[in-house]
């Protein structure tokens, strides 16, 4: 299985960015990309996600402020997250999907060992 690596996490202040970067040990062609994110005492929950094609999907409450991508050559996922909150306080993981339908945690293939994201008021 390939290895997932996150990086670019770190205390912001709210209203801030911040972009984290996910390299992979092996090719991402092909595959669907996700990150999801923990909070303290928390289920992890899916963020976003992008397709081997580069359809992009949010949750709700990510929508409009984060933006997932891909570059295949560098076999890297980002996420570029603006307005960050205190509800946004999280570890943030990577993950590639094994199995359909997508998105779900059962269907996640690898996970990274996660970035953490704390957001000070």
């Known amino acids: 299985q390939a290895q997932l690596v996150e990086s670019g996490g770190g205390l912001v202040q709210a209203g801030e960015s911040l972009r984290l970067s996910c390299t992979t040990s092996?090719?991402?062609?092909?595959?669907?990309m996700g990150w999801y994110r923990q909070a303290p005492g928390k289920q992890r929950e899916f963020c976003a996600g992008?397709?081997?094609?580069?359809?992009?999907n949010y949750a709700a409450s990510v929508k409009g402020r984060f933006t997932i991508s891909r570059d295949n050559a560098k076999n890297t996922v980002y996420l570029q997250m603006n307005t960050l909150k205190p509800d946004d306080t999280a570890g943030y993981y990577c993950?590639?999907?094994?199995?359909?339908?997508?998105?779900?945690?059962?269907?996640?293939?690898?996970w990274g060992q996660g970035t953490q994201v704390p957001v000070s008021p």
């Open positions: 993950a590639s999907m094994a199995y359909r339908p997508t998105w779900i945690l059962t269907s996640v293939g690898s």
């Open positions: 092996g090719s991402i062609n092909g595959f669907d």
């Open positions: 992008i397709t081997s094609g580069g359809v992009t």
